[in-house]
């Protein structure tokens, strides 16, 4: 009697999940959007205290937001230069207002009901998830291509535990990252779709917009189309995905750098979508559509035409604008004394250990999963071709980690497809294979669980090893700022709302302060700073790393150049502690010692809290009648 109620529970079990199974085929997209906003409502629960006190933890994040309140406030649609930066004149920001759009709409629809401070905040916490539904559907598009389909479950849920590529759709999150990343993985879920026509477009159209938002990707989006080429190069009617890619990819190139490109983009630049990258793209496109219509016979004829085409292109390019094969057109004394320091900016392997493994654990389980896909379907040609596209894109995205960490995020993303894929075979055999193979299933879901918390467990594993065997951390290549508890807290505290709202007790002026605040204190306060961290950026950026590593004597004349009333220190700031490394001798490490020169005079402000910096008052004058080259 208990067996027969044991086998006829397991039935009804079975038939239940067998009923959910269809449905969810069906109704995924339904599904992943209520998923999605199961997320997104627990994303801003567990982060309202960043929603409410306004942290913008990304300079870039601070500058969409003053960027975005300018054109509330009647900046022109192709103005996006930021007069904040280094006024009178402003500084070029590279961006279009693309995801400007979205945020913008959502600040006036919540100002329709709330006060404009909580406005602008519910709008900070939900416009960066946005993308993520996007990146959602790509993924789970992906997933029922390659894993049946049920296999968009895991795929969608898979960036939990991605945890650098989901920071990139935190509440705040409000710059341009997380929509080129979720773009890339649509980019690549057309470049796999079994109907080619649809992913032809969708792969060509999703490039271009992810161009007009920002160049950042486009190694990315040139792999997906060097790997639709090459698709026809061995694969007889390929043709009929590559023609309309090419002809999506040039015209909506074109299409949006008239709607969005600004007018500082109209010129020949290299970091955003301008005439440069509408010829290039456009010779790409019509280089591709004629490769599709020639009639061309047997692979080596079509690799030989396709040699020459991409050849000829190529030359376009190097002939008209080599200055844009680098990815910085900066001076070598800014990337020695700037670039050089960013963080984001140096390869893997000069990352802490602490990083660097729960970073590369996704990726790590995505090689196993693809090499698995491999096999599997090996004797499925369309799957085989499939897969390996997916490959390469993963192989590549983790390869750039080499060069620079921000690829991280991507390399995470990219990497979710073959690990989720993994994922579903593993617990499809635990539910209905062997003993033996339930037991072998059930490993393996247990390591890829601990792969998928591997950034919470990893810090505690290594502290309880070192708990057990008594030995004492030996960080691999470890960062200043890991180690060091007052340059952490220093990196917060200058940064918070509280205590940068104090600075409005002074009438509005230039500040000058570091690169990295400058642009917190224009999202924070109505002053104005020098500079933040753009390289258009990039002369006035030089001017304050002189100024801060020269001699106190030479200070007060670049702020007058700059027309800066006030300095703003943080002791103890990162920034500040390269230049008090660098230059022992020169102002900043002296104004640190507390060697402070007659012409600075510190600022008291009213506030009950202790404030995390210093201000001072530039005096131009002998007599110090004149506080700054420029009263405002």
């Known amino acids: 009697m208990t067996l027969h109620s044991g086998e006829t529970l397991r039935a009804r079990a079975c038939r239940l999940a067998a009923l959910l199974s269809v449905h969810g085929a069906r109704h995924w997209k339904w599904l992943t959007f209520l998923l999605w906003i199961i997320v997104a409502v627990t994303f801003v629960a567990t982060r309202w205290p960043a929603v409410h006190w306004l942290v913008l933890s990304d300079t870039d994040d601070n500058i969409r937001y003053v960027q975005v309140k300018d054109w509330l406030a009647g900046q022109g649609w192709y103005d996006l230069r930021q007069y904040r930066l280094d006024p009178p004149g402003g500084a070029d920001i590279h961006w279009s207002r693309i995801v400007d759009i979205p945020l913008a709409g959502l600040i006036l629809f919540f100002r329709a009901f709330v006060d404009q401070g909580l406005a602008d905040r519910l709008a900070c916490a939900i416009a960066p998830l946005l993308p993520l539904l996007l990146l959602m559907l790509s993924l789970g598009f992906i997933g029922r291509r390659l894993a049946g389909p049920n296999g968009w479950v895991l795929a969608v849920l898979a960036p939990l535990a991605a945890q650098m590529g989901l920071g990139m759709y935190a509440p705040m999150r409000i710059d341009h990252h997380g929509w080129q990343l979720a773009l890339a993985l649509t980019m690549l879920a057309g470049v796999i779709d079994e109907n080619r026509l649809r992913g032809g477009v969708m792969a060509g159209i999703s490039s271009a917009l992810s161009i007009a938002i920002g160049m950042e990707m486009i190694v990315y989006l040139a792999a997906g189309g060097g790997l639709?080429?090459?698709?026809?190069?061995?694969?007889?009617?390929?043709?009929?995905?590559?023609?309309?890619?090419?002809l999506s990819l040039a015209g909506a190139t074109s299409l949006f750098y008239l709607l969005f490109a600004s007018y500082a983009n109209r010129a020949m630049v290299c970091d955003a979508l301008s005439p440069v990258w509408v010829a290039v793209f456009?010779?790409?496109?019509?280089?591709?559509?004629?490769?599709?219509?020639?009639?061309?016979?047997?692979?080596?004829?079509?690799?030989?035409?396709?040699?020459?085409?991409?050849?000829?292109?190529?030359?376009?390019?190097?002939?008209?604008?080599?200055?844009?094969?680098?990815?910085?057109?900066?001076?070598?004394?800014?990337?020695?004394?700037?670039?050089?320091?960013?963080?984001?900016?140096?390869?893997?392997?000069a990352q802490a250990q602490s990083l660097v493994v729960?970073?590369?654990?996704?990726?790590?389980?995505?090689?196993?999963?693809?090499?698995?896909?491999?096999?599997?379907?090996?004797?499925?040609a369309e799957?085989?071709?499939?897969?390996?596209?997916?490959?390469?894109?993963?192989?590549?995205?983790?390869?750039?980690?080499?060069?620079?960490?921000?690829?991280?995020?991507?390399?995470?993303?990219?990497?979710?497809?073959?690990a989720a894929w993994a994922a579903h075979r593993l617990v499809a055999a635990v539910l209905t294979g062997s003993r033996r193979a339930r037991i072998a299933a059930g490993t393996g879901v247990a390591l890829l669980g601990l792969i998928a918390f591997a950034?919470?467990?990893?810090?505690?594993?290594?502290?309880?090893?070192?708990?057990?065997?008594?030995?004492?951390?030996?960080?691999?290549?470890?960062?200043?700022?890991?180690?060091?508890?007052?340059?952490?807290?220093a990196n917060g505290r200058c940064r918070t709302l509280p205590a940068l709202e104090q600075l409005d007790q002074l009438p509005a002026a230039t500040i000058f302060t570091m690169v990295d605040l400058g642009p917190r204190i224009l999202a924070t306060t109505h002053h104005s700073a020098l500079a933040g961290p753009y390289h258009r950026n990039g002369a006035t950026i030089l001017d304050i790393h002189h100024a801060f590593d020269g001699p106190a004597s030479g200070f007060r004349a670049i702020a007058a150049k700059h027309h800066a009333t006030y300095l703003l220190v943080c002791p103890n700031f990162p920034e500040g502690t390269i230049y008090q490394a660098r230059s022992p001798r020169g102002f900043y490490a002296g104004l640190m010692r507390g060697e402070r020169p007659d012409w600075l005079v510190p600022v008291a402000l009213k506030t009950g809290m202790t404030m995390p910096y210093q201000v001072y008052r530039i005096l131009y004058s002998p007599s110090g009648e004149k506080e700054g080259p420029q009263q405002r």
């Open 228 to 246: 639709i080429a090459l698709r026809w190069v061995f694969r007889p009617g390929a043709e009929r995905r590559m023609l309309p890619y090419a």
């Open 383 to 418: 799957r085989l071709w499939a897969w390996a596209t997916v490959g390469l894109m993963m192989l590549f995205s983790t390869a750039l980690l080499f060069w620079q960490l921000r690829a991280g995020p991507a390399a995470q993303l990219l990497a979710i497809p073959p």
């Open 455 to 489: 950034y919470p467990l990893y810090p505690q594993a290594v502290t309880l090893w070192q708990e057990a065997t008594g030995s004492k951390p030996r960080p691999w290549r470890p960062s200043a700022i890991a180690r060091n508890d007052a340059i952490k807290k």
């Open 358 to 380: 729960p970073l590369l654990a996704i990726p790590a389980a995505g090689l196993v999963g693809l090499l698995w896909a491999l096999w599997d379907s090996r004797r499925d």
């Open 282 to 349: 456009g010779a790409a496109g019509a280089g591709m559509v004629i490769l599709s219509l020639a009639p061309l016979r047997g692979w080596p004829a079509r690799l030989a035409a396709g040699a020459v085409v991409g050849g000829a292109v190529a030359l376009f390019f190097w002939m008209n604008w080599p200055q844009c094969l680098r990815p910085y057109q900066i001076s070598p004394e800014l990337e020695r004394l700037w670039l050089a320091n960013i963080r984001e900016a140096k390869p893997i392997t």
